[in-house]
């Protein structure tokens, strides 16, 4: 059985198929219900950008686990002169490709970044399947991400100020129309004030067939 954990802001970790990933690890969130020696196991560690809230502890991590990081191309080029012992799959925004048994693409996201281009991540397996939107404002294109990659699962930034808001976030579900959303990159700090309830109550006035699980940090979903 697979899960999905909330870890605070915009970091979660995940099983699927066995495959063990977190996207965006900030270990060191205000919300984070884990510590950085806490975790002993990584096999992709999934980066959308490299914005500190992002980027976050990765390198630590890669390098106690041996995990793979994934990230776009001049991202990957970056990281690599920071620490050459880490591992790095560079990639693009394009297509779906094969990492370890899961199908892993790098989708667009609207938003800035030192190196590269800011991104999100749809990571399908067996299990269930995943898209996590990195920090973004809402496009009509996320309409096709949910057409042709079906995602079951839409982990959505709803904080606004610097990403969409939860009105935005809702229409991203009408577009997207995943089995289940769950809100991120929220009330971490004062800018970022978006609720999740008022991010649930617009999705079930644009689209009541997605569930909106509100998680706590710490708390997982399990398929
Ligand atoms: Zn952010």
């Known amino acids: 059985m ?67 990081i994934v990230a776009i191309f001049d991202l990957c080029e970056a990281l690599k002169k920071e620490c050459s012992s880490i591992e790095c799959i560079d990639m693009n925004i394009g297509s779906l490709v094969e990492l370890d048994g899961l199908k892993v693409a790098i989708t667009p996201a609207f938003h800035s970044c030192f190196h590269g281009h800011p991104a999100g991540f749809v990571v399908k397996g067996k299990e269930t399947s995943i898209y996590h939107a990195g920090d973004t404002c809402l496009f009509k294109d996320m309409e096709l991400i949910g057409e042709i990659y079906k995602p079951e699962i839409a982990l959505l930034p709803i904080g606004g100020w610097y990403t969409m808001g939860p009105y935005e976030a809702a229409y991203a579900v009408k577009l997207i129309k995943p089995k289940i959303a769950i809100p991120m990159h929220y009330q971490t700090f004062p800018a970022i004030k978006g609720s999740p309830e008022e991010f649930k109550k617009h999705v079930e006035d644009l689209y009541p067939a997605t569930r909106i699980i509100i998680l706590k940090p710490g708390e997982k979903i399990e398929f």
């Open 2 to 68: 697979g899960y999905l954990k909330w870890l605070g802001h915009a970091a979660f970790e995940a099983e699927i198929d066995g495959v063990k990933i977190f996207f965006d690890p900030w270990i060191d969130n205000p919300m984070s219900p884990v510590k950085l020696e806490d975790i002993a196991k990584a096999d992709l560690i999934f980066v959308t950008h490299d914005h500190g809230d992002h980027l976050g502890n990765v390198i630590e991590i890669s390098k106690k686990t041996g995990a793979k």
